[in-house]
């Protein structure tokens, strides 16, 4: 069987991103899933779905490393999570929170704030590229100055869009990332986010949503995740 | 030497705490038990402390005084986590490391390198300070740690926000730390500020109830009250950073449910 696995090799190596690998995870003593195998390639918008309670964003959180893994590897562009220096990891497979954590400050500096980890020491905030990206979501340029703790949720959705973008991950994970907005600035930063993945080169995004118009008019893929049988 | 005090005396003050227990019941504050177990405890302790010390001031060897050191140190770290809400699995001998080490350097500079009593292990003065410095230490200890431990509970996803985007964990936490650290002295400085003024310090009392001079008591209580800020500081670092430790891991994760709420789902 050398013929097939060489080719997936070779395809592997080019363009898949992230690859999961018999990933197992429980809650207390409920086990939610295990032999979970997943691949997202370049140029792909993944959904994850499933009901509720199903551990969509216990996947995500493991993607991103917040979690630790219970069984299983995740592999990013071929060398597992467990090689990579975590901010490092973290900086190109980059997790949104479901809800935003309360900020302070003006939006603005609240968009500039990642750019002070060491991480990201060689990227610099460029108010101009944030203020555009705002404008792609319907937001005018008064909105930097605006107060951070007074944000609606769909105002911080927004501004938590933008600060990941801003940081140019690779892969971006987002946990009901526009669960909080108006089915016009959703539109909107679906347009946003495409486009951002398509200019590329190596970019992807996986999504949880529950809206299910949204999975099949977003979504290049769709990865059921269902609950392991007792 | 003071006047002498009968235990009909000590009877006679302690007839006082029926005020605290008048006062409990008339306002209802649900503290008679308290109030009553405080007292009697308190009474038994110092009793018990009084027997043992008039022991170990006789001897003339540093292990029994040490270990006595040491039982009081256990002591103080249970007392602290005892004031702690947030707890994690191994917070009582991170309690016990921050304030053994703290307390015990400090004591051991301020008997042998400052007050230079020889020899250092002099049970008459080793074992009040290294008293007063563990009772403060504990103090600051018990309060940063709970800050530290209800603040990562408070801000946790702002610190996970933090971590997702590459923030390293001390990246992530170390405003909390600080809060926690600062948190642990303000009780020491506070008490610094109006010292003399407002409060006159027990152990200062105490000397001038003995019979010293106001001028030796004031300067035995003022090198006292700076080993003790120096305690409560390294004592309160200490237990945060530990605590640090047990719930940012070395791969950046933040562990709140080692504090024994869910995490998230």
Known sequence: ?230 | MSVPISLFQVALAAALIGLNILLSWRLRLGLGRDILIAGTRMTVQLLLVGLILGWVFALRSPWPILSIGLVMTVLAAQAAVGRTRGRYPGIFLDAFAAIFGSSFILTGLALSGILQIRPWFEAQYAVPILGMVLGNTLTGVSLAQDRFTSDLSVSHSAIEERLALGATRWEAAHTTVQTAVRTGMVPTLNSMAVMGLVSLPGMMTGQILAGASPGVAVRYQIVIMFVIAASSALGSLGAVLLAYRALLDPRDRLQTERLGGGGPR
Do not use: C
């Open chain 1, 1 to 230: 069987m050398l013929g097939p696995d060489a080719v997936e090799q070779s395809v592997q190596a080019q363009d898949v991103l992230l690859s999961v690998r018999g990933l197992a995870r429980s809650v207390g003593s409920r086990r939610l899933w295990q032999g979970l195998d997943l691949e997202v390639r370049t140029g792909e918008r993944l959904a994850v779905s499933g009901p509720s309670g199903v551990g969509k964003s216990l996947l995500l959180r493991a993607l991103a490393g917040l979690d630790a893994l219970e069984g299983g590897e995740v592999w990013l562009r071929g060398k597992p999570q467990s090689e990579w220096p975590m901010p490092q990891f973290r900086a190109e497979v980059m997790y949104l929170l479901q809800r935003p954590a309360p900020a302070s400050g003006t939006v603005g500096g609240h968009l500039a704030e990642p750019f002070g980890f060491r991480i990201h020491a060689g990227k610099r905030y460029e108010p101009g590229e944030a203020a555009r990206l705002l404008h792609h979501l319907g937001r005018p340029p008064t909105f930097m100055d605006q107060d951070a703790a007074h944000l609606s949720g769909g105002e911080a959705q927004v501004v938590a869009l933008v600060r990941a973008l801003l940081l140019n991950p690779t892969v971006l994970l987002l946990d009901e990332a526009t669960s909080a907005l108006d089915a016009e600035t959703a539109e909107l930063a679906e347009t946003l986010l495409r486009t951002w993945v398509d200019a590329g080169p190596a970019r992807a995004l996986i999504f949880v949503s529950h809206d299910r118009t949204q999975q099949e008019r977003f979504a290049t893929r769709i990865q059921p995740l269902s609950g392991v049988t007792a």
